[in-house]
């Protein structure tokens, strides 16, 4: 998946994504996912990072998607 942070111009590939507190229960809300981890350039996201990228609506909600069908 390709990403650009809001303080840079460079699109990085975030891949290695790792969803939790997935409930099932809480369809279709997942109000309790969050980000675990992620690989950011082949890297281990920072927190900061991970919560840039919780921040994004769009981009949480695909990442989501994905971890729950792949659940």
């Known amino acids: 998946m390709k990403y650009t942070f809001k303080n ?3 699109e990085v590939t975030i891949t290695d ?3 939790d507190g997935v409930d099932q229960k809480d369809y279709p809300d997942y109000c309790d996912a969050y980000l675990q981890s992620a690989k950011i350039d082949g890297r281990e996201a ?3 990072e991970l ?3 919780e921040a994004d609506d769009d981009l949480i909600y ?3 998607y994905e971890a729950i069908t792949l659940y």
């Open 8 to 10: 840079t111009d460079k």
């Open 62 to 64: 695909d990442m989501l």
């Open 17 to 19: 994504i790792v969803v």
């Open 51 to 53: 919560n840039e990228l």
């Open 46 to 48: 920072t927190e900061a």
